[in-house]
């Protein structure tokens, strides 16, 4: 089975574990941007559509340009692959057991886990656990650095589409992970908990502009 990493926020891998974050929006790095056209969501391939090898191919997400025909599928994977999750961890020590005689049965790696303070033991080959033993405990280590031995969630893929950011629907921000107030409001991420809105879309926006603003893919953008 086809897996891809996936970076993931502090704030959004506690809505995964919490169960409150089905949905995750990326932005398309856009090849050009010929102004005599505009890009599209479309789908490839499907009915007819068959591989050299005669096998059919399946029908995947994608966006075109209407003016060069440029099509390009989803570059995060389709139905079905899995997605293990990056984030901010830090190796807090290395350890053995053993048999009788002294023979390593087990070689393991204490990870803690930034987003909610977790942890857990997971088993590492030779190879990992002597690259660990050569260096000690740097503190948090960014998630884009988290190899897949480390990672402790899996998502399976179940459905991709290619949209305008702003034609997220209510439901749909919800499923995004947004977060509640202590009175019950949707969040807008303001360092004041009594800001906030009864408009998921909204708290998605301020949400998405807090991650994406500085970078120029802001929600007035609408990538």
Known sequence: MTEHPILFSGPMVRAIL????????????LPHNN????????????????????????????IWHTRTGDCY???????GNRLWVRET???????TETFEGGRPARRYAGIAYQADDGRAEVDSDLNTFQALDAKESRGWIPSIHMPRWASRITLEITGVRAERLQSITEANAIAEGIDRTAAGLWSTYRQSDADGTYSPRLSYQFL????N?????????NP
């Open 18 to 29: 919490e169960g409150r974050k089905t949905q995750t929006r990326r932005i398309i790095k």
């Open 73 to 79: 599928v989803c570059p995060h994977g389709d139905v």
């Open 208 to 211: 998405w502009d807090g991650l």
């Open 35 to 62: 102004p005599l056209g505009a890009w599209e969501p479309t789908t490839a391939g499907g009915g007819s559509v068959r591989y050299v090898g005669g096998t059919p191919a399946p029908e995947l997400a994608a």
């Open 89 to 95: 961890h830090e190796v807090r020590r290395i350890g």
């Open 213 to 221: 603003a500085a970078r120029g893919h802001g929600w007035d953008a």
